[in-house]
């Protein structure tokens, strides 16, 4: 996905656009608004991240601008302001959700997700798979001749090993990918969604094999 | 709030004022009225007195040296006119006693024969006694003939009380004009206060605009420091509101760099070692981020709560608003959210911080329950309230703590593992309380926990 | 001048050492009893009698003490010798007042005091409770022939008319011997200056002098008399004997005489004194009152005549030593001319 982050602190809009570029989005940074407008007018962006306090106006701001402009571009603001405070403005102005900082990226992917969905306006991005075709967005496995809906931890397993076919995930790398950071869970965990996983994928071509020792990697054929 | 301390009242000060003085003044009345017409009563009767030893004096004669004195009847007669009184006289020759009462006493007589008068104590009674002389040829000499008169008071003490009666009618009818006067006048002095109260008062909590009305001389020193106190307290607020949101920015920045960072790391270590430090590490910051944005919550709570202002709220609508808002977070732990209720619940109070409190019970539902399992928002209206009670298949509370839990920063045992400062249902309880409901908690029948919001209807 | 108005002041203040003297006693009521009612009055027991039987009627536990004296004799009792007496009941208007005014009487008020005519009471001391005027009293056998007169000046005309009938035969008070005569022939002076014509018709006539108003009305039925002035008319009404003679009440002005009662203000049961009095006002001026003085002499039918004498300081003027002595010589000149 292509995402344009609008955020005035230097490092932490290096950490976000790095840590966004680990899950294989392309970001593009812009420090005010007026770059912003900028980033906007040539480029088209999935999604937009919007942090409220920009050195040239408030958050606000653009968003009142980028709602006149009937740009439909969906856009999560960046808060570090009080929840209560913020939120009823912010979402009566036309932000579609938002997120209070520090930005847990698995929540973020997850509004991500339910922003588009509920969009709805996103061209279908399907992955072909050996057999199938995933649609990361709603979190569906379309086989010829039926479709599985994964559920939420399924997906995003499905979605680490889709990303990189063939390659090797140690048990413990999963536990991190797929539970957040206050979930303390054993290995043995990721066992039980690897054996759902397999169950959905019985008739189809693609194989989540077991490296014993190493891990498990995703095989389309 | 704390009502002010009250000493003393300007309405009564004033009114106290105006009845001291005129109390003073309808004494003064009294006093000069009395004073008055006692000198008057008194004088009538020294002129009637007076004139009854005149013509005593007058009916007296020479006749071959001595004196013949013929006692005119009207002269005693006419002090027993108007009031029975008892009557005394004395005729003296000089010193010489000629008739009548000898022990009776008496005033000087004036030698150029104009009467004098005496109040003296006579056979048992108090009597007023005048006296008048004249000169004349005895054969002894020149002497001088004096005849002196005296007369109870019986008939003056009924003019008197006549008098006292009148002068306190004029007193007491002077005093409740004066108390009349005064209740009107203290009245229409205080009608400005009256008047500023009324209009300060019926303002909204928000409402920090200076007062513009007139106001009459003497309060304008106090509207005006009334003016830049609220002047001085529309910054303060908003000095506190900017404070919070800056203070929250301040935390929030840092620790989302670091956060971030230590993601990006933690992704792309191959060492076990490294990536369950970093592990740690995020759940640190995640434990004190959402620490520091609950206090930051609670202060803006609480600062809100001071200037509540009450807006008709739809419950069920947000109800659905905070369940959509959560359900990607219980997504991440395939947590089911369901949210029902009734229509036209509506209740009076502020969306923000009631949404808040719904938010923190949710949040708090999804965070102590385990993953796959299912939470439900259910609004119920009773006869006079309504409910929202968010019910989770968790763990449950520990029976013994039902009681401690809402209090600040008290975290349930069995939860040490998950990320929270136990802030969120005191906020909850807080905004409830305020609002005039209360926050219930209780275990459900079959397991999980339970947490209702009690709102009063309107 | 000097010894004679000291000897007067003595009769006012200084008294006499020997003690008063009593025409008559009687005692009512129960000899034992404790609660002892002391009247001193000027009247005869026999006219008193009915208002004590009265009043003891309703009291069986009372008695009552009366003592008849002359009015000198009473004010020397009660001014000199300060004499224990519970009630005083007096003719002598000017002494009775005296005795008031000088401070010997207690006042006192109650329902019966207060319903009294003005000129029944006077400063809650004195209460009149008869009213008996002075008369003409005429024999009838002398006046077979005569028209009665009705006024002073009739009986002037008739005595200047007739002179030879009435010589010797008309009389009056010696007023320097009676206080009633004095009393009466100094209101009649007030009244009228015709009282001065009189007396000097009646001096040129050889008036007789008479010390009390029964010895006139003897000296009438006897025949000695054809006419007496200023008789006590209650005296002579009360008389058996009243058919021998007429009452005459001139129409020009009848002097009236108030018998007052007075409670001394040493008086030992004051309380039942003022019982007493409550029963004697009730007695003769209430609705159903029973008046001592007999009903036929209807005083109603002359009211706009009646010269009441009023109580009060003004009969203090004739007590006046002075005042008395040139009464005195005056009244000398006009009926002693021989």
Known sequence: MRFLLIEDNKQLAEAVVDRLILDGHVVDHAPDIQTAHDFTATTSYELILLDVMLPDGDGRTFLAQHRKQEESTPVIVLTARSQVADRVGLLDLGADDYMVKPIDFSELEARCRAVLRRRGGVAQNLLPLGDLRFDSLSGTLKFPDHDVQLRTRELRLFEVFANAPGQVFSKSILVDRLFSYDDDVTENAIEVYVGRLRRHLKNSTVKITTIRGLGYKLEPE | MSKPAAHGSIRRRLLLSLLAGAAVLAFVVYFVVQTVARQVAQESQDNVLAASAQSILDGARLSGGEVNVDLPYSALSMLDSISDERVFYAIHLEHEFLSGYADLPAPEGDPSGAPAFLSAEFLGEDVRIASVRRRVSTGAGRSYLKVSVAQTLSGQKLVLSRISRISITIGAGFFLISVFMAGIISGSAIRPLDRLTASVSRRGPKDLRPVAAPVPTEMVPLVASLNSFMRRLQQSLLRSEDFIAEAAHRVRTPLAIVRTKAEVIQRVSDDPETRKALKEMIHAIDDSSRTAGQLLDHAMVTFRLDHLVLEEINLLHLVHDTVERLRPTSELKDITMQAFGEQDSVIKGDPILVQNALHNLLDNAVKYSPAGSQIDVVLALNQNEAEVCVKDTGPGFPADELDSLPKRFVRGKNAEAVVGSGLGLTIAKEVITAHGGTLKISNNPGGGACVSLLFPLP | ?338
């Open chain 3, 1 to 338: 001048m000097r010894q004679f108005a000291l000897s007067l002041a003595l009769i006012f203040t200084a008294g006499w050492s020997c003690a008063f003297e009593a025409e008559d006693v009687a005692s009512f009521g129960p000899s034992d009893s404790k609660q002892v009612l002391r009247i001193l009055s000027t009247a005869d027991i026999d006219f008193f009698k009915p208002m004590i039987l009265s009043f003891l009627a309703s009291r069986p536990e009372t008695a009552i003490d009366y003592t008849v004296a002359s009015s000198t004799e009473l004010q020397k009792a009660i001014v000199e010798e300060g004499q224990a007496f519970d009630v005083v009941v007096s003719s002598a208007m000017d002494l009775q007042t005296k005795l008031a005014n000088d401070g010997l009487a207690q006042r006192y008020k109650s329902e019966a005091t207060g319903s009294l005519p003005e000129w029944a009471v006077w400063n809650d001391m004195l209460f009149a409770f008869t009213q008996e005027p002075a008369a003409i009293v005429v024999s009838k056998t002398g006046f077979k022939d005569i028209p009665l007169p009705n006024s002073r000046n009739d009986l002037i005309n008739l005595l200047r008319q007739h002179p030879e009938i009435f010589r010797s035969r008309v009389g009056t008070y010696d007023v320097r011997q009676s206080g009633l005569g004095y009393l009466f022939a100094t209101q009649d002076t007030r009244a009228s200056e015709i009282y001065w014509r009189l007396m000097e018709v009646m001096g040129g006539l050889d008036a007789q002098l008479y010390c009390c108003s029964s010895d006139m009305i003897d000296a009438v039925k006897s025949g000695d008399l054809l006419i007496a002035y200023n008789v006590l008319g209650s005296y002579a009404i009360n008389r058996e004997d009243r058919e021998d003679f007429h009452i005459i009440l001139p129409t020009d002005f009848t002097t009236v005489m108030l018998r007052t009662a007075m409670i001394p203000s040493n008086a030992p049961s004051a309380e039942l004194s003022g019982e007493f009095i409550d029963h004697l006002l009730d007695m003769s001026h209430g609705l159903d009152a029973v008046p001592l003085t007999s009903a036929e002499l209807d005083l109603s039918r002359v009211e706009p005549s009646l010269n009441r004498i009023k109580i009060g300081p003004g009969l203090l003027v004739f007590l006046d030593q002075l005042k008395r002595r040139s009464f005195l010589l005056e009244w000398e000149s006009a009926i002693l001319q021989n």
